[in-house]
């Protein structure tokens, strides 16, 4: 035999059996017992390799943030300068948040279970001359393998004996059509692998008829491993987790200047260097949004439950936000857009009885099982299962793969009545009624233009079982096609208006996609259906232009659709695919969303990000409305958050230069971040749709969450409001003792954060605008004040000391009220001068 990397190069499909025998030294009587063991220690189990991520390389991922990294120095400081109390609660914030990522992590490292999952079934082999089962992980290549009707295929097998086989393949190629197997059929070595017909692939089913073959493929040689080694590729970050990574590096970057800068002025102030050090932690304290990663998570979270009411299912929770700025669906078409199934759509009859019996008693279906054809019939004819008791069957010809027909014998008013059914082509051979083909012919036409599949049916009386023998009409033809969901059209064109394409990808032919596509809105006239053999000759360049125009791909293999998947990202698209099968798997995971159909194969779900439960397209709409809301409740809270730090910064670093003690000290910049922001910011997601959000573009990720306007907004604040705390402090310096001073500036700065989280409930539109619905946008948020309130009345009243603080007279109070509304005016008066200049949507 050759050796494993040799084999791996060899195109079986295109091979004489004769030199499959000789290269694989196997034969029909099957392998020895001993040479099957050898073979097994040579090439291994036929099970899919595996690479599993450690549960230490999740929990130092964790840690992999900017603004973490900052903390961590933040933290090492307070414990260089002893300062014990500030360095436990910086390390808390650390560990809560890791934790939180840890969990929510481990429950969702299961990619590759399920494609391992698809080879774990029993197969019958010729070993030592006779028949057993046994595991399929010990199949071997050489092996001989006995196939029958519903077997699942756990190894790539080429064909040497074939009687009516058929296979369902539509979990590799998306064909939905059961296909046809011969292993007489020559195919070229360059042939797809949706045309081998005298092979069978890994992870197919065998619907209908029997046959033998032998291995030729196991474990990672197999087709479903190429799927699989595609499938691990990591998935893209998120929009939100790039988004914070570029806006954490310019943060940093804006930071360190300001560090330095303090602290060469504190240097040449001559203060101490453990009064320097206090400084930076202070500083650094102020800057970081220590409650962000743990709110966002919440936010999203909360989407996730909110999402699982509406039957879709969250395996990643940034994909909850990723869906809201998601610019192209590239979604299957079979068991996401169809039915999955097939059905008649049309019939042109001669002779209605006749082919209403032909339909019934030409046909093995039985309890809804069966060849898809044979079932859809089943559906189509009323009473079936009576017509099939009333006329019993005497003989059958079992449908042929090279005559692409049917027939049986059946007792029909006591004698025996002779019904076929097969490819039109192959019926008019035989017909008996050339006069009335003329017409047919157009009918069949015009069926086979629309993308359906025909089918011909005859009657006639029974002469003999020999094909020379038999005497019919042709009573009428039937078009079938996996159809529509109900609901898909108004999913699409719902997309659609919110600025969202949909393009339909899927293994079928070209006609069949098209018409399926223009029924539920996907393709119009003028646009462009591409195949997968045209694909592959296409550059990236070339494909990326083609796709401006295109809305379905058809005659799509695994490796194109992840492609296709690449090159819409590459050129600026948030891709979210949906998919259900094991062709789909790659492309699922590098999507920027995979959302997998709840009837899918467990390949597909564990690829996933997303899981529609009830595989409607329309449960997709509802996620993208509930996601930009999401995404609407980040921006609100970065803003409300980040708005903080800027000012605290602000204030700080003009309190240093100008030579003055700390305004805040980092204990208190502490509680005001995480227990009184950490309290109210915990409401923000539960605020309401604001506007009707799918009336807006997809924003892009870069502009998601940071663009102009929210960053002119979070500076603006930042500056005026620092500028005033600054000579607010200078104002109590000079009328008050110091220890009063700072316990004002706590206390404003804690009331001024209640005041801008009400404002941060709206975006668009300023607070007075229609106050009835600024006071309703979120009723949580007045249970954040309540609660903190009463925590900042224990922390000034009843444990002054753990903070620097004592407690406030009533004519402190005039201060912290006077200070807080000021902010909540300033903001108010940007929202209106935005709404009067028309620029409150998101910016560039």
């Not at 196997?26 to 020895?32: I, K, N, T, V």
């Not at 805040?664 to 995480?674: D, K, R």
């Amino acid at each position: 035999m050759a050796s494993t990397s040799e084999e791996n190069a060899i195109a079986w499909h295109s091979l004489p059996l004769e030199d499959i025998r000789d290269r694989l030294v196997a034969s029909p009587d099957g392998l020895a017992g001993s040479e099957a063991e050898a073979r097994l220690a040579r090439y291994g189990k036929n099970v899919l390799q595996e690479e599993k991520t450690s549960r230490f390389t999740i929990l130092i991922r964790q840690f992999r943030s900017l603004l973490v990294y900052i903390l961590i120095i933040a933290a090492v400081i307070s414990l260089l300068v002893s300062d014990i109390k500030d360095f436990f609660i910086i390390v808390f914030i650390i560990v809560v948040n890791s934790v939180i990522g840890y969990w929510q992590e481990l429950k969702a490292e299961a990619s590759l279970e399920a494609l391992k999952k698809m080879t774990e079934s029993r197969a019958c082999v010729v070993r030592d001359g006779s028949r057993q089962f046994i595991p399929s992980q010990d199949l071997v290549p050489g092996d001989c393998v006995v196939l029958s009707e519903g077997d699942i295929v756990s190894a790539d097998i080429r064909l040497f004996e074939t009687q009516s086989l058929t296979a369902d393949e539509s979990s590799l190629t998306g064909e939905s059509l059961p296909v046809s197997k011969d292993h007489a059929e020559r195919v070229p070595p360059d042939a797809p692998p949706y045309s081998w017909k005298n092979s069978l692939l890994s992870g197919t089913t065998v619907v209908r008829g029997s046959g033998k073959g032998y291995v030729v493929g196991t474990g990672q040689s197999t087709y479903l491993a190429r799927v699989a080694a595609l499938a691990q590729e990591r998935s893209p970050d998120s929009p939100f987790t790039k988004a914070i990574h570029h806006f954490s590096r310019r943060y940093l970057a804006l930071l360190i200047g300001i560090f330095i800068i303090v602290g060469i002025i504190a240097f040449l102030q001559d203060r101490p260097i453990t009064e320097v050090a206090y400084l930076l932690v202070a500083q650094m304290v102020s800057a970081v949004p220590e409650g962000l990663p743990i709110v966002v998570t919440i936010i999203m979270v909360v989407g996730a439950l909110a999402l699982s009411k509406r039957k879709t299912l969250v395996r990643h929770l940034p994909s909850v936000e990723t869906m809201g700025s998601a610019t192209v669906i590239a979604s299957d078409k079979t068991g996401t857009i169809t039915e999955g199934r097939l059905s008649v759509q049309d019939v042109v009859a001669l002779d209605h009885d006749n082919l209403v019996l032909a339909a019934a008693l030409c046909n093995d279906a039985e309890g809804g099982l069966g060849d898809p054809i044979d079932v859809a019939l089943a559906r189509w004819v009323d009473g079936y299962e009576s017509i099939r008791e009333v006329h019993p069957r005497c003989w059958v010809f079992p449908f042929d793969t090279a005559m692409k027909l049917m027939a049986s014998t059946n007792v029909v008013s006591g004698s025996e009545r002779f019904f076929i059914k097969g490819a039109y082509e192959e019926l008019k051979k035989y017909a008996t009624n050339p006069g009335d083909l003329p017409a047919l012919d157009t009918q069949v036409d015009s069926l086979a233009g629309r993308g359906l599949r025909v089918l011909a049916f005859g009657a006639g009386d029974w002469h003999g079982g020999d094909p020379s023998e038999w005497s019919f009409s042709i009573v009428g033809i039937a078009g079938f096609l996996d159809p529509e969901k109900p609901s898909a059209a108004d999913a699409v064109s719902t997309a659609q208006k919110a600025g969202v394409r949909v393009l339909m990808i899927t293994g079928d032919y070209p006609l069949t996609a098209q018409e399926i596509a223009h029924k539920v809105h996907i393709w119009k006239e003028g646009d462009r259906t591409l195949t997968g053999p045209e694909i592959h000759e296409m550059t990236d360049e070339e494909l990326a232009a083609a796709l401006t125009t295109t809305t379905v791909l058809a005659r799509i293999l695994p490796e194109h659709k992840h492609r296709i998947v690449k090159v819409l990202q590459d050129h600026g698209d948030i891709v979210a695919v949906t998919g259900d099968g094991v062709n789909d798997v790659p492309a699922l995971r590098a999507a920027d969303l995979g959302i997998a159909m709840g009837n899918g194969t467990e390949a597909a779900k564990s690829a996933a990000k997303m899981v529609i439960v009830d595989n409607d397209l329309s449960v997709i709409i509802d996620a993208i409305r509930n996601a930009r809301v999401i995404v609407d409740n980040i921006r609100k809270v970065i803003y409300y958050l980040v708005s903080t730090s800027v000012t605290e910064i602000m204030l700080i670093s003009s309190s240093v230069i100008a030579g003055l003690p700390l305004p805040l000290l980092p204990i208190q910049i502490l509680w005001v971040n995480l227990v009184t922001d950490g309290v109210q910011d915990k409401t923000f997601p539960f605020i309401k749709e604001e506007g009707d959000v799918m009336a807006r573009r997809p924003v892009h990720p870069a502009r998601q969450f940071f663009d102009r306007r929210q960053i002119r907004r979070i500076a603006t604040f930042g500056l005026v409001m620092g500028a005033i705390g600054f000579l607010l402090f200078l104002h109590l310096l000079g009328k008050y003792p110091y220890v009063i001073a700072v316990s004002v500036m706590f206390t404003s700065f804690v009331c001024l954060q209640w005041f801008n989280g009400l404002q941060a409930q709206l975006e668009y539109e300023p607070y007075f605008l229609d106050i009835r619905r600024s006071l309703t946008m979120n009723p949580y948020i007045y249970l954040g004040i309540g609660a903190g309130l009463l925590l900042q009345l224990a922390a000034i009243y009843l444990i002054p000391g753990i903070f620097g603080v004592v407690p406030l007279a009533l004519e402190h109070w005039f201060y912290v009220v006077a200070f807080s509304l000021a902010g909540f005016l300033i903001v108010e008066a940007i929202k209106w001068w935005e709404h009067l200049h028309g620029t409150m949507t998101v910016s560039g």
